[in-house]
């Protein structure tokens, strides 16, 4: 008999590939992409976690796994994919990516389409699909951003956090008609806090962009998310019922209820195809995405911004 909330998930139109970005490093962007994968796993889709932050990767070690072989294997040709897949909390799959290899920042549009590509020998053991992708624009962050479905934007209630979420999605939107965005607001005291931070973002990405990324929802500030940080586990797993981790279950509902965009029949069909297609158009620049909330005439508190950064 099938899992029935995996028959729920697939009737509703599928599980799109979910990029997980943040404009800057240290909002808590892969603790949301393990934790979410998890909450999908356990749900009864088979769920694979894709750590693309090449070059610093590190769910296996917030995870506390041995990973013996990593993408960067993949890369050079010394293991298949499935070689070094791991199992995380509740059945989730794991790719680890490679932390300290400076090769990894580096690699090709054929490499990551190599890298993309494998995943098909792989479609029909997986549900969903999340990407782990680096923070602030790289080469990394906009080949993934670009090829999945649905980009989520992790913020934290902080100015350069706000700003550079901002630019993120400027950049992604203006320069590779990136257009599938949802905020997160992650670390927040409750939900209206939640829906403020959202509002106060959403109020610059339309007036400057003319577009709108859809609420995601929020993850709470919680003493327990830490604590299973520091143990290396995932709060899904290790404290089920602290505020984060409803949360996350809450968040990883509402994803199976997401339409899947029209296009290619399958999720991973979408995925490669539409690296395929944007690999062959200009290939991007790496430009790191910097804070401007200190330069004059930002006020990120009140949503004011200046041309120079909107636009």
């Known amino acids: 008999m099938s899992n029935p909330s995996r028959t729920d998930a697939l009737l509703h139109g599928g599980i799109p590939v979910i990029a997980v970005a943040s404009g800057k490093g240290g909002v808590g962007k892969t603790s949301v992409s393990t934790n979410l ?21 590190n769910v296996d070690v917030m995870l506390g796994l041995n990973a013996g072989k990593n993408l960067a294997h993949v890369v050079r040709g010394e293991a298949d994919l499935k070689d070094i897949v791991l199992t995380g909390p509740s059945g989730l799959m794991i790719a680890p990516g490679a932390s300290g290899v400076k090769r990894m920042t580096e690699l090709t549009a054929a490499e990551h389409a190599g890298v993309i590509g494998a995943f098909e020998d792989l479609a029909d053991e997986i549900d969903v699909m999340i990407v ?32 550079d979420a901002y630019a993120l999605i400027k950049v992604l939107h203006r320069d590779y008609d990136v257009n599938n965005f949802r905020i997160l607001a992650n670390r927040v005291q409750d939900a209206e806090h939640g829906q403020r931070l959202y509002t106060q973002l959403l109020t610059v990405i339309e007036r400057f962009l ?31 019922l602290s505020k984060s981790a409803r949360a996350f279950k809450g968040l990883g509902e509402a ?42 005439g930002i006020d990120v508190a009140h949503t004011h911004m200046s041309a120079a950064t909107v636009n």
């Open 37 to 57: 994968g998890a909450a999908l796993a356990a749900r009864g889709l088979r769920t694979m976690l894709l750590d693309a932050d090449l070059g610093l990767a």
């Open 132 to 163: 782990d992708t680096g923070a602030g624009i790289s080469d990394n962050v906009i080949v993934y951003a670009r090829a999945a479905q649905e980009v989520v934007v992790v913020v934290v209630d902080e100015p350069a956090s706000i700003t």
């Open 210 to 240: 003319s577009l709108t990324p859809e609420y995601m929802g929020f993850v709470p500030e919680d003493a327990y998310l830490k604590k299973a940080i520091r143990q290396q586990r995932l709060v899904v797993d290790a404290y089920p």
């Open 255 to 296: 994803v199976t209820k997401w339409r899947r965009p029209v296009g290619p029949s399958g999720y991973l069909e979408f995925f490669v195809e539409h690296h395929a297609r944007a690999s062959s158009g200009a290939s991007a620049t790496n430009t790191p995405v910097k804070s401007s909330a200190t330069k004059p």
